[in-house]
């Protein structure tokens, strides 16, 4: 490549990032889209095997997306909002507990329980849950009376599905196309690099949100049986937080056995719920992981975090979203320079 070339890829680069940095408030229902086709689109592949026209394949998969988003919005959020609102107003009640009884077993055991104000942290849980509040009033009340805010968020509403039908029915299309155009003395490496990509993509967004959502399912059920109150809320968060191993078994276990602790105020239910985690971890082991994500190399946990913390705080919920391509396209280019390097001279 000539140094023309290579200044002229170089401008190309900087005024495309600066075109999505602008452009970023209008991407983020594309980017939504794009996320849905691209899960969609192995199942398409497998339909479209089954003698199925790509329309009809993609008209399946894209009702069965419709039905399970409409079900997440319509049912799963209210009841979700409903236990968050539930936990809060226990609150006093589970401070009181701790006053009542865990104060003096800890003062029982030597430990300076002066540092511990039951009292302030009651007041500071009212002033916050006062404020948000408040804050919650305003959001609403600016929506209410902002037509463009409220047309943005119906647009989106209508975009989002309108564009992953699209995308899902030419996904094929695209791919091939992208393809023409890449420069012909790299494409076989680019394209090589984006199967590489591709394969850690699908072993930790299609393989592993599967197992999350398995995970959460089970935990829920789990709790529900052993009666706790903050089940479905609970199941949730362990299932989300899954995606780092052990993370989800030991977050569901302190947070599940603190609200077991609580609302039963005995130390059997905290034994079952011990035992729901413990084999949910069994299930997810034999048979969850080998089935959804397999022996393929997904990111590393600590990868996993970072990006999606750094995505958020970078370009906010539009990082987010993009954050886990970003980061498997880079742990592949890293892979292959270190693979590069030490091929090299200079490392020999």
């Known amino acids: ?182 420069p012909r003395s790299h494409a076989d490496t680019i394209v090589k690099l984006s199967l590489e990509c591709d394969d850690m993509l699908a072993a930790f967004i299609r393989g592993q949100v599967m197992v999350m959502v398995a995970l959460a399912s089970i935990y829920t059920i789990g709790l529900s049986l052993i009666g706790l109150e903050l089940a479905l809320l609970l199941g949730v968060i362990a299932g989300i937080v899954s995606f780092v191993p052990y993370l989800g078994l030991i977050v569901g276990i302190g947070l599940a056995g603190l609200a077991a602790v609580f609302q039963f105020q005995e130390w059997l239910p905290v034994l079952m719920v011990i035992l729901v985690f413990g084999v949910a971890q069994a299930i997810e082991g034999m048979m969850l992981t080998p089935r959804f994500v397999g022996e393929r190399i997904g990111l590393h946990p600590v990868a996993v975090i970072f990006s999606v913390l750094a995505g958020g705080q970078l370009f ?9 391509p970003a980061a498997a396209v880079v742990m592949v280019l890293l892979r292959h320079a270190h693979k590069h390097y030490l091929d090299s001279t200079f490392y020999t």
């Open 1 to 182: 490549m000539s140094d023309s070339n290579k200044l002229f890829s170089l401008l190309a680069f900087v005024l495309f990032g600066w075109f999505f940095y602008q452009l970023l408030p209008v991407l983020t229902p594309f980017f939504i889209a794009a996320l849905l086709a691209y899960l969609g689109d192995p199942i398409v592949d497998k339909l479209e095997e089954k003698n199925l026209s790509r329309t009809v394949a993609v008209s399946i998969v894209f009702t069965v997306l419709s039905v399970v988003s409409l079900l997440l919005l319509l049912v799963l959020l209210p009841l979700l909002t409903t236990q968050v609102g539930a936990l809060f107003i226990r609150l006093p009640d589970y401070l009181a507990f701790i006053q009542s009884n865990v104060t003096p077993w800890l003062s029982n055991l030597g430990l300076p329980i002066e540092m511990i104000d039951i009292e302030m942290v009651k007041r500071a849980l009212a002033e916050y849950w006062a404020e948000v509040g408040q804050v919650a009033g305003g959001i609403f009340s600016y929506m209410t009376h902002s037509g463009l805010v409220l047309l943005q968020w119906l647009a989106n509403l209508v975009l989002i599905p309108v564009v992953t039908f699209y995308l899902l029915r030419d996904w094929d299309i695209l791919v091939a196309r992208f393809r023409e155009l890449l």
């Open 316 to 324: 906010g919920f539009t990082g987010v979203l993009l954050a886990l």
